[in-house]
């Protein structure tokens, strides 16, 4: 069985469901990842395509974000790495810092964004009350209408949130359409928690029940390829 996935986590979050998912799952297809700013090839660790917004726009939004009393971190890919930038970590949100900081497959760097580098993304954390009035600032700000703003929750009984900021011309679908061009997949079967926006409709924080199922009960089915020309 080929495998495809598309989520909102970042590379990390991927090697880490795998692993919860168990070892009988290995994926040969590249992973649509960061709510469609990257396609990642986790046979290789190779970024294939990213969408990035400008070196002014990332300092634009980490001024804006931590005015809200946020925690900001700008998300980059350097040399096929995600380097992650950051200046301050306010203190309701050292201890979400302290359990990202752990991953060997993130690299944080305590300093300002470097001249010239673009973001992937920036992530912004604080209490869910700090992120949802920051939130409804943006929206009020209309800042939505010049990038692509979503709220998270981490998992379950967590108290803090986050905010994902990127590019405007991120688009899951579009994404889709040019891993498709990558790979010459010509038919797949999204699962996803925004019921309008994905084939098949999931609770959220079920990414590794959903692998092991597919897993356990959808072997025989299989990615249609586009046939070769005769």
Same mark, same amino acid.
């Given at each position: 069985?080929? =495998?495809?996935?598309?989520?909102?986590? @970042? +590379?990390?979050?991927?090697? =880490? !469901?795998?692993? %919860?998912? /168990?070892? /009988?799952?290995?994926?040969?297809?590249?992973?649509? $990842?960061? =709510?469609?700013?990257?396609?990642?090839?986790? #046979?290789?660790?190779?970024?294939? %395509? #990213?969408?990035?917004?400008?070196? /002014?726009? !990332?300092?634009?939004?980490q001024?804006?974000?931590?005015?809200?009393e946020?925690?900001?971190?700008?998300?980059?890919?350097?040399?096929?790495?995600?380097?992650?930038? *950051?200046?301050?970590?306010?203190?309701?949100?050292?201890?979400? *810092?302290?359990?990202?900081?752990? @991953?060997?497959?993130?690299? *944080?760097?305590?300093?300002?964004?470097?001249?010239?580098?673009?973001?992937?993304?920036? @992530?912004a954390?604080?209490?869910?009350?700090?992120? =949802?009035?920051?939130?409804?600032?943006?929206?009020?700000?209309? *800042?939505?209408?010049?990038?692509? $703003?979503?709220?998270?929750d981490?998992?379950? &009984?967590?108290?803090?949130?986050?905010?994902?900021?990127?590019?405007?011309?991120?688009?899951?679908?579009?994404s889709?359409?040019?891993?498709?061009?990558?790979?010459?997949?010509?038919?797949?079967?999204?699962?996803? @928690?925004?019921?309008?926006?994905?084939?098949? +409709? #999931?609770?959220?924080?079920? /990414?590794?029940?959903?692998?092991?199922?597919?897993?356990?009960y959808?072997?025989?089915?299989?990615?249609?390829? &586009?046939?070769?020309?005769?």
């Amino acid at each position: 069985m080929e =495998d495809l996935i598309s989520t909102g986590g @970042s +590379c990390i979050d991927v090697v =880490d !469901a795998l692993r %919860e998912a /168990g070892a /009988g799952i290995k994926f040969r297809l590249p992973v649509i $990842i960061m =709510d469609g700013a990257a396609i990642f090839d986790p #046979t290789d660790d190779r970024y294939l %395509e #990213t969408v990035q917004m400008s070196h /002014g726009e !990332a300092l634009e939004m980490q001024t804006v974000l931590e005015r809200m009393e946020l925690s900001v971190y700008v998300n980059t890919i350097i040399n096929n790495s995600l380097i992650i930038f *950051y200046e301050h970590i306010l203190p309701d949100s050292r201890e979400m *810092y302290d359990r990202l900081r752990r @991953s060997p497959y993130r690299n *944080y760097i305590h300093r300002a964004l470097p001249e010239g580098i673009n973001a992937v993304l920036l @992530s912004a954390i604080g209490s869910k009350e700090k992120v =949802d009035k920051a939130y409804a600032q943006l929206l009020e700000l209309e *800042y939505d209408k010049r990038f692509k $703003i979503i709220r998270y929750d981490f998992e379950e &009984k967590c108290p803090y949130a986050y905010l994902r900021v990127l590019s405007k011309d991120v688009d899951r679908h579009r994404s889709l359409e040019k891993l498709k061009e990558l790979t010459g997949l010509e038919h797949c079967l999204s699962f996803g @928690s925004d019921a309008e926006a994905y084939d098949v +409709c #999931t609770k959220a924080h079920e /990414g590794e029940k959903i692998l092991k199922a597919l897993r356990n009960y959808a072997e025989p089915l299989r990615f249609i390829k &586009k046939r070769s020309a005769d």
